[in-house]
């Protein structure tokens, strides 16, 4: 019995890498790209591309485990990298701005929150309405332009070679790699973290257990919009712009990135590690559709079909384990 | 009288109600516990037993009325105030999360941790020790809820609920799908609290049960409070007198009925999880009983019969049609029909109608050229609400609003409507009323008259022996022993069952 | 540095050229490809022709810039969605050796060889001038912009409202903030309500290809077409036959091909260590009923697109 | 207890049109506009702009009650929309034209029907890569471009001024009707109705009572697939060209049209009337918002939060039933 949990545990963490191991597997085979794609200089690339969605999956993941869904993710993101454009362009120094674009962020996660619980009313209506409200403050705040504010060491966040040459990958991936560990381990080892599993499983037994469903919704939430608000400042540090339009359907390929790695959207299940590993598939599949000079709508379809693909594989997996 | 008045109040509600939109479900009910008691809550199905007590812990508010708890004004905002109150409660529909481990689920809401993070060690051997005393060690701790038996699932409510220390605990049918064994162990624990100063409120339709570990009583009937008093005081006519309005006369009513040709023959079925493969006949007017314990593989049996669940192999031949591989939609063009052991996850559509549910399985009859007369349809769902005293408003309540008993009343409805020359019941009278099953037991006995074969698994044995023409004993997912029910004891089917031997 | 290295490698190795542009769908992309694989076939070099994943999206045109530099070419002509946000990759691609060509939108900073683009500002100006001309310098009129923050739109739009309030002070402009959106659907729909709430509106003009288009069938479908003076902008078969028709009063016209020609050729002779000027201006025009089987704006209106097939 | 199921099936039927009469109602009194707003040819318009998006809800409301969601919707309506107009510019007859463009829209719905029945998939996953599957086929076949076909009579299917004038209204506003009924009929009158309420209720209970799920949501994502098809075709007779980008992110649109009708995610409830409510307040709200001139963030921003009001309102009309 043990020895078979953790054989079995061992084919869980290995099986979510092999979507991954596959995509860069075809990748570094392409006669094409074949000496390129794995140097170091295209991997930090695609880290750093990487950073935006990883950030917004970290709170998605939370949010679906949690059985509900944040369609204004991506429209934070753009808010809040406005936000920050607007007030670093005003003249307030870098950290406020930074600390002003993540607090908008988490001030939209936590009306999404206070709003599901307060009406009662499904997260996919709210986070709608909420998507539509977040990007037009957005284009209103910029004027429906964007925002050119003054560089500063924000915009070196996101810079693929990073000030300090030791640093090796730039201090946005640090910060995602870091949030990713700490977010694991809050889903974990906490009590919160479990409490969201629970929700996410069964609501009305977590109430019935005594759990502050309602308190705890809002927090996840929350925590969700804080992500998308320090999204958004990545956002704003790799555009060195404060750009209303940007991020426009990102909340698909969040959600995509979060499914792909085991999240289930009925909730009760999903892995911050396993929504990194979406979060991944995807970037390296653009990366590669890129360097190969595909059309655009080959690499289209071809996500399309790794979506699935992804997916039915993880269900497959898991039907045998069952 | 004397042991009835003593003690010190635990908990006290004065002229409580409940309003559910038009129906009145309590009315100005008094109510009142002292400490140590162990007390009886009865009632028929919808008599207002589950409002009753999920008023006390938290789940509803009440529209009006008093509550002291040790003498103090006790209102719990909800379940998690009612909790940190010192009332722990089991509650009619089982409360877990499917995707959460054993454990995470019995700690859940009092997760023992340092700073907001969970200490595993320590609460492990303690849920280990309580199973182990629950007998059934073999409900491993990591096993995620949703591959748990209903019956196991029951085993880990309960634990979840006595391992709470708890002043006052609320057990709402805790052994709708027990077997008399887990009974027996679960009334030790019982009066084990007792001892230790805790009051139990204890709701079931099993009465004799009851007579058996309540010291007092109490009686609801369309909610109001018809009668209190002491269990030792009284005797069971009485109690169903206090119920009902009327005397029963009956509880196992026959209507004779002839055992037929065989209709239905499982040969060598095998499912995934069963460790022998399965043979029998069932008969036309033949009601054939399965017994056995959590976990015996009889639920197995019917799912694999029905298609429900791929087996391994085998043969099913329904009035001469052989069926490998079943789908369900087949087995129903075929005249059998499937009640489900757990109805909120399976056997009903929630938040659909009483009309809608009850003619799911059979639209034929309101059919014409293709399209459905919805006035004929509610009219025949009126009939079957009728029928079976099911209480409700009327055909197009939505069966999330009905009691539990109320509800698997409607499930039956569906299956009977249905019309199938062959019935699979899974625990079919599981949360229903002393009144109610006396009545289902009689339809089964007029169903098998007209020629029907039922299969009827039970873990009552009462009613197995009360009903069947033959019931057969499954052990560790076989069958081990196959008599006609004047050939069973009571205590033969217990030892058929825990051993395995007949 | 690159263009030693480059000239090293002589005519024996065959270039190969990224040629980025803001999206992939528009009439006016297909015709800077084609332009853009003409030089390629004269000079026999490779070029790549991707763009963002999703049209006009920022962020991922940075990707793209970035994905190219990483897979390694010769080159990159570039049409930057931003003037600022295309600064840092192009930046890292010229640290990498790999020169770059901005063409059709300006980017800031000199970290460019040389910069091919119509003036967009302009185009405004010139569709203001013959808005003016249509109705003598009087009347109710619209412009309806393109979409929030694409820049070169922005600036026609620019050029078209300060002319009108200069030197046409008699055009009443009843709507100059409503954006269409970026697909010929949102335009539509657009349109009809404003044709809804002003059915008098005598002038409209439109910043784009999806945007004249979208308003193009609305008028048709109001029976306002004709009758309404209609100045667009670039060009796609059914905008040249409604030109014919006299539902467009005039269409003003950039020179995709040649952009996307010379932004090429500029870079292979850079390459082949040749000198290339550092802007161009590949200049605008107004196609009108009258003007539009002259040769030269014909080629405009309908470039050979032949060589992509 | 019957008068009382009488009024309240009447309040259920006024109360989703309060939303719409409510939006009516503020434009109409808007001094601006009032005079314009409830024109015969406003109207008139209003309605033709809703064709597209109705047939889409149409389709959508029965996938939603079937407990689904097919987000391949606005990409399948642009590969329909590409595909009729590639057959009638290859000189197909124009009928010949739309029954591929519908039959293309029903394929890949009933390709939707086979993968999520097939591989046991979330509709929400298939969908999500059939939207990309379908949008990258869409651009392939136009070539990145619009396709322009040559007028026909296609054309005047979406014509606000129809060709024989005693129609009122285009035909394709007829076909909508004609659907529109057809599918409420179909939904509340037919076994296959009741099925699809049963299957988005508790599809384990379905599955005991005998409803062949499998096949049934086969049809269900089938008929969703034609219905966007003919969508397509209402696209391509609107914009007399084959538009491959048209209808992005009209997803979202569609479903929160239905939502907004009372149609609930978690399946098992929703009306083809409420959810043609729901298409008509979106299109009222944007006609008017148009129509008074406010910027285009300010009308976001208002239909972010009508969509939240509409469906809290509903809630609490059902919380008050109950
Ligand atoms: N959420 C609800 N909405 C409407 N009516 C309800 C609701 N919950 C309970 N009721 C009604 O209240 C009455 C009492 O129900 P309750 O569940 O308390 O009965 P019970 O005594 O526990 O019955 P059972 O033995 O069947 O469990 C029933 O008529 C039931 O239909
Ligand atoms: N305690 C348990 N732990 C894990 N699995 C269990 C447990 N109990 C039952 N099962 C699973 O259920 C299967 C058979 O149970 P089934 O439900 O058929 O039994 P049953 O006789 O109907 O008993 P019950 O009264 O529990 O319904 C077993 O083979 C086993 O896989
Ligand atoms: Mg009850
Ligand atoms: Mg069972």
Known sequence: MKRKTKLQAFINLLAPFLGLILVIAIFSSMPDVQSRFLRIANLKSVATQSVIVALGALGMTLVIIGGGIDLSAASNIALSSVITAYAINAGLPPLLGILLGVLTGGLIGFMNGVLITELRLVPFIITLGMMGIARGLAKWIANNQKIDAPLSWVNDLMAKSPRPSWLLLAPGVWLMIVFAVAMAVLLRYTVFGRHVFAIGSNEATAR??????????????????????????????????????????????????????????????????????????????????????????????????????????????????? | MTSFNAGRLALEMRRVTKHFGATCALDDVDFSLRKGEIQALLGENGAGKSTLVKIISGALKSDRGEMTLDGRPYHPSDPLAGRQSGVSMIYQELNLAPHLTVEENIMLGREVHAGGFLKRREVRKKIRDTLEFLHHPEIGCDVPVRQLSLGARQIVEISRAIM??????????????????????????????????????????????????????????????????????????????????????????????????????????????????????????????????????????????????????????????????GRPWLMIENSLGLLSEDRQGEGLALSRSLADNITLSRFSPYKKFGFLSVKKRTQAAAQWINALKIKAQGPYQTVASLSGGNQQKAALARLLHQDADVLLLDEPTRGIDVMSKSQIYEWMSRLAAAGKGILFVSSYFPELLGVCDRIAVFFRGQIVDVRAAGDWRDESLMAASTTGKA | GGKDQAAAAGEAKVFTIAVIPKGMTHEFWKAIHAGAAQAAKELGVNIIWKGPQKEDDRAQQITVVEDVISRGVAGV???????????????????????????????????????????????????????????????????????????????????????????????????????????????????????????????????????????????????????????????????????????????????????????????????????????????????????MDTPEIRALLSPDLSILD
Chains 1, 4 share one sequence.
């Open chain 2, 164 to 325: 709470d220390k708890a002043r006052i605990l609320v057990m709402d049918e805790p052994t709708s799908s027990l077997t008399k064994e887990d009974t027996e162990r679960l009334f030790q624990v019982i009066r084990k609290l007792k001892t230790e100063g805790v009051s139990i409120i204890y709701i079931s339709h099993f009465l004799e049960e009851v007579q058996d570990v309540a010291e007092t009583y109490t009686v609801l009937r369309d909610g109001r409070n018809v009668g209190t008093g002491s269990m030792a005081e009284t005797t069971l006519e009485e109690i169903i007198q206090l119920m009902i309005g009327k005397k029963i006369t009956d509880l196992f009513p026959r209507v004779d009925h002839e055992r037929g040709e065989a209709i239905l023959s499982v040969k060598d079925l095998k499912g995934v999880q069963m460790s022998e493969p399965v043979s029998f006949d069932l008969h036309r007017g033949e009601i054939l009983g399965l017994a056995g314990l959590i976990g015996s593989g009889r639920t197995e049996t019917l799912r694999a019969i029905f298609g429900l669940d791929a087996a391994e192999g085998g043969l099913v031949d329904v009035g001469g049609v052989k069926v490998l591989k």
């Open chain 3, 77 to 291: 002509v570039l049409a930057p969605l931003d003037d600022r946000a295309l600064v840092r990759p192009v930046q890292e691609a010229m640290r990498e050796k790999i020169p770059v060509v901005i063409i059709d939108s300006g980017l800031q900073g000199k970290d460019y060889l040389s910069f091919v683009a119509t003036d967009n500002y302009q185009g405004g100006v010139l569709a203001a001038k013959r808005m003016g001309d249509l109705l003598q310098g009087q009347g109710r009129i619209f412009m309806i912009r393109y979409q929030e923050g694409s820049a070169s739109t922005a600036e026609r739009e620019r050029g078209f409202l300060e002319t009108v309030t200069k030197e046409f002070p008699g055009l009443k402009l009843l709507v100059k903030d409503q954006y269409a959106g970026s697909t010929t659907e949102t335009a539509y729909q657009l349109a009809e309500n404003l044709l809804g709430r002003f059915p008098d509106v005598e002038g409209i003009f439109c910043p784009n290809e999806s945007s004249t288009f979208g308003t193009l069938r609305a008028l048709q479908e109001s029976q306002l077409a004709g009758k309404v003076k209609f100045v667009g902008f670039d060009s796609s078969p059914k905008l040249v036959q409604a030109l014919r028709d006299g539902h467009l009063h005039g269409l003003i016209l950039q020179n995709p091909v040649k952009m996307g020609y010379l932004g090429v050729s500029y870079m292979v002779q850079y390459l082949r260590g040749q000198k290339i000027p550092e802007r161009v201006d590949t200049g605008v025009y107004l196609a009108t009923k009258e003007n």
């Open chain 1, 208 to 322: 019935l257990c005594g759990v502050r469903t309602k308190r705890a919704k809002v927090i996840i939430y929350a925590l969700s919009g804080l992500f998308c608000g320090l999204s958004g400042v990545m956002e704003f540090s790799r555009l060195t712009v404060g750009d209303p339009t940007v991020a426009v359907g990102l909340e698909l390929d969040i959600i995509a990135a979060v499914v792909i790695g085991g999240g289930s959207l009925i909730g009760g299940e999903g892995s911050i590690l396993g929504s990194m590993i979406g979060v991944f598939i995807m970037a390296f599949l653009r990366n590669g559709c890129t360097m190969m000079g595909w059309p655009n709508y080959i690499q289209e379809i071809i996500i399309g079909v790794i979506i699935v693909a992804a997916v039915s594989l993880d269900q497959i997996r898991h039907r045998r384990a069952a």
